[in-house]
């Protein structure tokens, strides 16, 4: 057993956490849409089709947004395709996923799910083989009140208030070859800006997002961002990173440091918003829209990646086990940390595909990577706390040397409740944790939550679905200070309330 101690301190602070950290994302791909939250004619379903079951499962994870309709798929998807009678929407062919797409679930299907959920849409524009005129259309269609073309055809299709969608993205990955309607980022910045001022035009409320790299392995990481950013600076407010974790090598101590790599992205992000800030001479700010993050590499590729032109077929389904969830907890720990540049992040995806919850006709499975998101979504609010953490490291393979926690933490100072997010990512050791607050004793914690388990590999499934389960673990209060021990690979929340003094 190690010794490490996390020090916090209420006026140490990179500010609120904005709780849009905890938005989700839901593609037409593979059975995301159908089977996953749209299914008419199932026992499970309701009189709109969607998925009873599925919404429970949405409900706890208190998503406030959900981006839609895509990813790759948004990129030659005509909007207009998924309005009106749904008998006479047209079948297309889609091109990122080479699937059979029946439009019998458009936007407004998606605006009825997310109100029925509690969720706020938001949408992506087409800015691949899609105008900016159609992108404005979309928002005229959506958010204006009547009286015009658009709006009047939303309340014809039965939907006589606006859907009022705030956030919006210009465009997916168009950094990706695999993208369609792909360009240069110089061409890229120039559709963006065009088509968010006509829609800024047609809703000066909305806010937008320009599509950035899409991972830090493409070969313009950063250099494609910073061509966006300069172009677009006045008129946008946030620019996207997507990340998703992989561990082909097999390599558990070195997955577990992910959150080193997770952390480096955002400090990325963070130099170039203030380099391109500072060029501009810009007192505005942009922030940075981490709107797709999870784990995935196994369904990858080949019949992960080809519908082979079915309509719902199984894509990209990944299973996950107790060391994703693990490396979940760190996306999200790095989030709470730097609340200051992350002011959104959509979990990617939310049903079926790369999601925390797998469906079939007669049930949903909660795979590993639900729990944290549930526990994190509940009590990561009010203001993140930096921590000072003095702790053992471990050799994390090729990543070396590598701090044994990974630590956020949020404060309330009306209530004084205080709650760290603390993650063991060594395989072997336990650590004994003391948790200091600076100027405030700690006079109760509840039962703390833990995630942990000894097979890195342990994962759910229809046969085990508890075998990763979070249980309940003693968190002690001592001389003002809260005492925990975790387990080797471990994630605890402990909920602390404290005092002055
Ligand atoms: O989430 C799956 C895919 O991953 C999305 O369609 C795309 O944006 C990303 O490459």
């Known amino acids: 057993m190690t010794i490490a101690t996390i020090n916090l301190d209420p006026d140490r602070t990179t500010g609120e956490i904005d709780r849009r950290i905890f938005s989700g994302f839901l593609e037409h791909l593979g059975r995301a849409i159908y089977e996953g939250v749209y299914d008419p004619g199932n026992a499970l379903s309701d009189e709109c089709g969607f998925r009873r079951d599925v919404l429970d499962a949405m409900r706890p994870m208190r998503m406030p947004y959900v981006r839609y309709p895509g990813g790759n798929f948004v990129s030659d998807y005509d909007w207009k395709d998924g309005i009106g009678p749904v008998g006479e929407r047209p079948v297309r062919a889609d091109f990122a996923w080479q699937t059979t797409e029946p439009n019998t679930f458009g936007t407004d299907e998606f605006v009825d799910w997310c109100r029925t959920v509690g969720t706020e849409p938001m949408l992506a524009v087409n800015l691949g083989t899609g105008t900016a005129r159609a992108a404005a259309e979309l928002v005229e269609y959506s958010n204006h009140p009547s009286g015009t073309h658009w709006s009047d055809l939303r309340r014809a299709n039965g939907h006589a208030d606006p859907h009022g969608v705030k956030l919006w993205c210009l465009g997916n990955e168009m950094d990706g070859p695999w993208q369609a309607g792909h360009v240069p980022a110089q061409e890229y910045a120039l559709r963006a800006e065009q088509a968010g001022k006509l829609m800024k035009g047609v809703d000066p409320t909305i806010e937008t997002i320009i599509a950035g790299s899409s991972g830090n392995h493409m070969p313009e990481y950063m250099e494609w961002d910073r061509v966006a950013l300069e172009y677009t600076w006045d008129h946008v407010d946030y620019i996207s990173a997507h990340r998703y974790s992989r561990n082909e090598r097999d390599d558990t101590p070195w997955f577990l440091a992910e959150g080193v790599e997770i952390e480096r992205i955002i400090e990325d992000y963070r130099s170039l918003l203030g380099y391109v800030r500072a060029v501009k001479k810009s007192s505005k700010r942009v922030y940075l829209s981490f709107d797709e993050w999870n784990v995935w590499y196994r369904a990858r590729g080949g019949d992960f990646s080809h519908g082979n032109w079915d309509r719902a077929p199984h894509l990209i389904e990944e299973e996950y086990n107790l060391e994703d969830a693990l490396v979940i907890a760190q996306y999200l720990n790095a989030f709470i940390r730097n609340a200051d540049v992350v002011k959104i992040a959509c979990l990617a995806q939310i049903v079926n595909v790369i999601a925390p919850v797998l469906t079939r006709k007669d049930g949903l499975l909660f795979q590993s990577i639900y729990h944290p998101i549930v526990r994190y979504a509940e009590l990561a609010s009010g203001i993140s706390l930096t921590p000072v953490v003095d ?10 040397e590598t701090p044994v926690l990974d630590v956020s933490a949020a404060y309330d100072g009306a209530t004084g409740k205080a709650t760290a997010f603390v993650v063991n990512r060594d395989p072997s050791q336990s650590v004994r944790v003391t948790i200091n607050i600076s100027g405030r004793s700690v006079s109760g914690a509840g039962d703390g939550w833990l995630l942990t388990g000894d097979d890195p590999k342990a994962q759910n499934s229809w046969d085990a679905p508890k075998a990763v ?11 003002g200070a809260a005492r925990l ?10 909920a602390l309330g404290t005092v002055a003094g």
């Open 391 to 400: 702790g053992p490291v471990y050799t994390a393979g090729e990543r070396g």
């Open 469 to 479: 389960v979070p249980s309940t673990c003693g968190v002690a209060v001592e001389d």
């Open 485 to 494: 021990e975790m387990p080797p690979m471990s994630v605890m929340v402990a």
